[in-house]
T-cell receptor, first 115, second 116 residues
Framework: KAGVTQTPRYLIKTRGQQVTLSCSPI?????VSWYQQTPGQGLQFLFE???????NKGNFPGRFSGRQFSNSRSEMNVSTLELGDSALYLC??????????????FGAGSRLTVL | AQKVTQAQTEISVVEKEDVTLDCVYE???????LFWYKQPPSGELVFLIR??????QNEISGRYSWNFQKSTSSFNFTITASQVVDSAVYFC?????????????FGRGTSLIVHP
């Protein structure tokens, strides 16, 4: 079966712009979580969605937001981009809620470069 | 607060050598989960193993083995007879309950380079 699909894979934006990233989980998986990976901060939890509800959010500013649709697909949005937002954004899905306790299946990521 | 330390930033070995990747964690919770993930150059993290805090049994899967010791808060990963395909960044992660759901905290990762 198809894995976790993230689009776009690469994108370049300028400071002040906004960006929307998309994640399609494995069919049947209802939980989607997002992570930011940077050389400086490593891999950090952004948020988790289950059944269209945000269950938890990491320590990120309000410029980072997300949502989940009824088909479990998820999007994350970053507004007013800053240079420090340049990162690899990873999405992961799991069958049930409490994704942090479950085995996660990750997508290949969306690499965002902010100029 | 939770913390995961992977003190080895990069390890370089020659094929067929054994290599151990260290992971030390900190938490006051008594219930938690520990994970290892592999991140090849393609980017996506690949699940390797999960352990809950009540299961200290060590595990072996082919060339991979894991040693979980609560007494030292360590969850080390050993690759026996390493191969070039093992070259990747390996992440150790700790998940504890925060606000009703489990949140993972990842270590900074260990980059393993296996030379032919």
């Amino acid at each position: 079966k198809a894995g976790v699909t993230q689009t776009p894979r690469y994108l370049i934006k300028t400071r002040g712009q906004q960006v929307t990233l998309s994640c399609s989980p494995i069919s049947g998986h209802r939980s989607v979580s997002w992570y930011q990976q940077t050389p400086g901060q490593g891999l950090q939890f952004l948020f988790e969605y289950f059944s269209e509800t945000q269950r938890n959010k990491g320590n990120f500013p309000g410029r980072f937001s997300g949502r989940q649709f009824s088909n479990s697909r998820s999007e994350m949005n970053v507004s007013t981009l800053e240079l420090g937002d340049s990162a690899l954004y990873l999405c992961a899905s799991s069958l049930e809620g409490n994704s942090g306790a479950n085995v996660l299946t990750f997508g290949a990521g969306s690499r965002l470069t902010v100029l | 607060a939770q913390k995961v330390t992977q003190a080895q930033t990069e390890i370089s070995v020659v094929e067929k050598e054994d290599v151990t990747l260290d992971c030390v964690y900190e938490t006051r919770d008594t219930t938690y989960y520990l994970f290892w993930y592999k991140q090849p150059p393609s980017g996506e993290l690949v699940f390797l193993i999960r352990r809950n805090s009540f299961d200290e049994q060590n595990e072996i899967s082919g060339r991979y083995s894991w040693n979980f010791q609560k007494s030292t808060s360590s969850f080390n990963f050993t690759i026996t007879a390493s191969q070039v395909v093992d070259s990747a960044v390996y992440f150790c992660a700790l998940s504890v309950m925060v606000g009703g759901s489990y949140i993972p905290t990842f270590g900074r990762g260990t980059s393993l380079i296996v030379h032919p």
